[in-house]
């Protein structure tokens, strides 16, 4: 009895495993919003990782005993930002690309090799920006049962972080055009010597 048993529950076991090999393991999650500013005063906020912590949702708010590291450049490429926390585990995200168009960034979650790529990309709108950020990654072996729930759960916050980069922007006071040049400026006086 004991024998059908381990062999029911090894057959079980495999058959799961079967059907997760063939379950898609590769996510993508895509969400845009509108901000009324322009690309260049979007930037800083999204080539900056030490900024994220105004407005991503991955912040000491989600996990107040995270450690958070930073390295490399203030901003750009080659920004990094480590994390370990109890609730958002365990990663690092490093900026590979960085311009008027947008951000790239390798991410590292749960591993210490790349398995998930992001962007933010900014797309000039008249004086606005939309700002699309996307993600693509690959899960591991048997994480084909839980791709749908990771996307699920990672656009919501990439909505909650979207708004409140929008809001953080927009509330920022637009830069001042430069003053007329004074009329003395203007004129043309004879040389004193």
Known sequence: MIKKAAV???AVVLFIGA???LLSREWHVER?????ATPDRVLPFVANLRKWQDWAVWTKALDPK???????????VGARWQWQGPVMGRGAMTITAADET???IDEAIESDAVNAHSRLSLRPDGPATIVTW???????PMGGFFREQLEHQLGAHFE???AALKTLVEKQPAPQPLPPPSSLENLNLPDAG
């Open 8 to 10: 029911f529950v090894v």
């Open 19 to 21: 059907i997760g090999a």
């Open 32 to 36: 845009t919003v509108r901000i009324e």
């Open 66 to 76: 995270v450690v958070n590291t930073f390295a490399g450049p203030d901003q750009g």
């Open 102 to 104: 947008g951000v790239s």
């Open 134 to 140: 996307s993600d693509d990654g690959t899960l591991p």
């Open 160 to 162: 909650q972080g979207l």
